[in-house]
Nanobody, 115 residues
Framework: QVQLVESGGGLVQPGGSLRLSCTAS????????MGWYRQAPGKQRDLVAQ???????NYADSVKGRFTVSRDNGKNTVYLQMNSLKPEDTATYYC?????????WGQGTLVTVSS
């Protein structure tokens, strides 16, 4: 039984920052990659940022230069540092872990960017 638990979401003003954390627990198979997706109302769930087991990163064009994904392998934790937040960043953010046999998802944490 694998669980991914996110934290760090909330309300922030435009231009502000948040750091999301996601920690995996349970029986975890070898991890291929961990990352973050987001989904706004009426829209598709899209990749925000991803980091592979080799340390390479991928970012959506809309967040490049503003968001940074990192990980702590010893803690099975992935982070998303979000700076210069915009109202269009408002969404539910989901932690994702790609393991050898399947993918796992967190419950999601809501990020609201509004004044």
């Amino acid at each position: 039984q694998v669980q991914l638990v996110e934290s760090g979401g909330g309300l922030v003003q435009p231009g502000g920052s948040l750091r999301l954390s996601c920690t995996a627990s349970g029986s975890i198979f070898p991890i291929i990659a961990m990352g973050w997706y987001r989904q706004a109302p009426g829209k598709q769930r899209d990749l925000v940022a991803q980091i592979t087991n080799g340390g390479s990163t991928n970012y959506a064009d809309s967040v490049k230069g503003r968001f940074t994904v990192s990980r702590d392998n010893g803690k099975n934790t992935v982070y998303l540092q979000m700076n210069s937040l915009k109202p269009e960043d408002t969404a539910t953010y989901y932690c994702n872990m790609d393991a050898v046999f399947r993918s796992y998802w967190g419950q999601g944490t809501l990020v609201t960017v509004s004044s």
